[in-house]
């Protein structure tokens, strides 16, 4: 074995390394002490005073933490100091750092940079490389009930973990739910699949950006794969079958996250996404023959019609848990595909991409919706159409919110030009997201003097806000009554208290 403290003399010196060549963008990561990192990234890891009454756990925490080891661990060692924090400490009962590498053991020694209680990690140093397969058989063995993924070159913001964790408590039945940035999001929007009668429904979405699944979920999984007759690449190779098996359309939010770089990911690259495709073609081939030999030994895949509306979108707020949804034509309808079997995603994606106007696929990116919740009032959510009746726009603020001493405010800073949505739009509030209460009372909008808009074309930026004396409520929506003849345009859209 090796020796501890000779393994820590080379992380030092790995660090050090690392961050004196950094590339200038990545300046806020020069620190080698993993706290100082987060703060110069702006991450709180303590749970801030306003944020307790939520994010205050009911019960023991129920998730265990998944970091995969192979040729970064300066980044593991950030991403635990991140995980093991008070911030998270509702929700993050154990973190399975599965060591890839079997040149390196990876010990409680040489993560101790990252401050965290040796009753709290698990370590598995693993005799070969295993790739993905290793996430999988890390949550299956896990001690609670939830697992969140992720991979070792990004880092996901407590708030972010927290919206995640709250959401799926609070939904009847469980749902993964996937963490993309907008241009995965894309991908993978257009790689979804529906066949006519609707038995087959299914996509391809990456986990390694933040992903929560249940225990459960991860065990049938291997146990699917280890029914079929897999090659040991393809084993090794899970993520890519991982949605494409489950034929269940996850729950897909896009957030940006905070990407920590350092080497070229694995999946990435010519090499890399050639390797992808051949898995994705490889999954998809094998749920065809799933669905073909009937429901009777399907423990992992869903045979059932589909039970969701694909036109919703939805992205985490940044900087407090909650959930912004929007019911707004982003892109062009999914339809359904006659002869899918006969067809790649690789295929459809190209086709569907082709066929969709460049400037909409660019919005969808450079105006992306977390814009609308990512608490900078210089980024700006913008549809790539006017805004049609019946479409909305909803805050679920995880919690039925409570005054207290305060009195709220229901406020949206965007761009003058967009006012022409909000006055066109009704104004509701529920506690379940189903019945609905409308508030009647007026906005009152006045210009914003502070961080204008990057894109002079939103400027300038008008802040309207709506008192509300009632509390108990959990939604706020905005719905369009006509259509209008402006797009959407949100710079921020949040809830906030105004001492009585």
């Known amino acids: 074995m090796a020796n501890p403290t000779l393994v820590l003399v080379a992380l030092l010196l790995l660090i050090t390394l690392l961050t004196n060549f950094?590339?200038?963008?990545?300046?806020?990561?020069?620190?080698?002490?993993?706290?100082?990192?987060?703060?110069?990234?702006?991450?709180?890891?303590?749970?801030?005073?306003?944020?307790?009454?939520l994010v205050a756990p009911s019960r023991l925490p129920d998730t265990t933490a998944v970091i995969l080891n192979w040729s970064r661990l300066p980044n593991v060692i950030l991403i635990v100091s991140l995980l093991c924090s008070n911030s998270l400490s509702g929700i993050i009962a154990a973190i399975h750092i599965w060591?890839?590498?079997?040149?390196?053991?990876?010990t409680h020694n040489v993560l101790s940079p990252a401050s965290c209680p040796s009753t709290k990690l698990v370590i598995h140093n693993s005799p070969a490389n295993i790739y993905f397969r290793a996430r999988f058989l890390a949550c299956a063995s896990a001690k609670t009930s939830m697992c969140f993924l992720q991979d070792d070159d990004y880092l996901v913001r407590p708030q972010v973990i927290w919206s995640l964790h709250l959401s799926a408590n609070g939904a009847p039945v469980h749902r993964d739910i996937h963490l993309l940035p907008p241009h995965e999001r894309l991908s993978t929007y257009f790689r979804t699949l529906v066949s006519p009668d609707e038995r087959l429904h299914t996509t391809f979405a990456w986990l390694g950006?933040?992903?929560?699944?249940?225990?459960?979920?991860?065990?049938?999984?291997?146990?699917?794969?280890?029914?079929?007759?897999?090659?040991?690449?393809?084993?090794?190779?899970?993520?890519?079958?991982?949605?494409?098996?489950?034929?269940?359309?996850?729950?897909?939010w896009i957030d940006s996250g905070i990407e920590l770089g350092s080497s070229q990911p694995f999946?990435?690259?010519?090499?890399?996404?050639?390797?992808?495709?051949?898995h994705i073609v490889a999954a998809k081939n094998q749920l065809h023959l799933i669905l073909r030999n009937g429901p009777s030994n399907i423990t992992f895949t869903d045979d059932r019609a589909l039970s969701m509306d694909l036109g919703v979108w939805k992205s985490p707020c940044r900087s407090s848990p909650c959930v912004l949804s929007v019911f707004i034509a982003l892109l062009p309808p999914v339809q359904t595909l006659s002869e899918?079997?006969?067809?790649?995603?690789?295929?459809?994606?190209?086709?569907?991409?082709?066929?969709?106007?460049?400037?909409?696929?660019?919005?969808?990116?450079?105006?992306?919706?977390?814009?609308?919740?990512?608490?900078?009032?210089?980024?700006?959510?913008?549809?790539?159409?006017?805004?049609?009746?019946?479409?909305?726009?909803?805050?679920?603020l995880l919690k039925p919110i409570q005054s207290m001493h305060r009195r709220l405010a229901i406020c949206v800073l965007m761009p003058e030009i967009s006012l022409p949505w909000l006055q066109a739009s009704d104004l509701a509030v529920s506690v379940d997201g189903q019945q609905w209460e409308l508030l009647v009372s007026e906005f009152a909008c006045r210009a914003h003097d502070g961080v204008a808009a990057s894109d002079t074309s939103y400027s300038p930026l008008t802040?309207?806000?709506?008192?509300i004396f009632k509390s108990?409520?959990?939604?706020?929506?905005?719905?369009?009554?006509?259509?209008?003849?402006?797009?959407?345009?949100?710079?921020?859209?949040?809830?906030?208290?105004?001492?009585?």
């Open 99 to 106: 060591n890839n590498q079997p040149n390196l053991v990876l």
């Open 22 to 53: 950094l590339p200038s963008s990545q300046e806020h990561l020069r620190a080698s002490n993993p706290f100082q990192v987060l703060n110069n990234l702006g991450i709180v890891t303590q749970i801030p005073e306003v944020d307790r009454g």
């Open 463 to 467: 802040k309207c806000l709506l008192p």
């Open 267 to 278: 999946s990435v690259g010519a090499q890399g996404e050639e390797r992808n495709w051949k």
């Open 340 to 396: 899918v079997e006969h067809k790649t995603m690789r295929m459809i994606e190209q086709n569907r991409s082709d066929h969709v106007n460049p400037h909409v696929l660019s919005n969808f990116v450079d105006n992306s919706l977390p814009f609308a919740v990512d608490d900078r009032p210089d980024t700006v959510f913008h549809s790539p159409e006017t805004g049609k009746a019946g479409e909305w726009m909803m805050l679920d």
């Open 472 to 500: 108990g409520w959990r939604f706020v929506r905005f719905r369009l009554l006509n259509d209008v003849p402006v797009p959407w345009g949100v710079a921020e859209f949040w809830v906030e208290g105004v001492p009585i």
């Open 209 to 252: 950006h933040g992903t929560l699944i249940s225990r459960e979920r991860a065990s049938r999984f291997l146990h699917l794969l280890s029914s079929r007759d897999l090659s040991d690449e393809q084993l090794l190779m899970a993520d890519n079958y991982y949605s494409i098996l489950s034929n269940h359309i996850p729950e897909l």
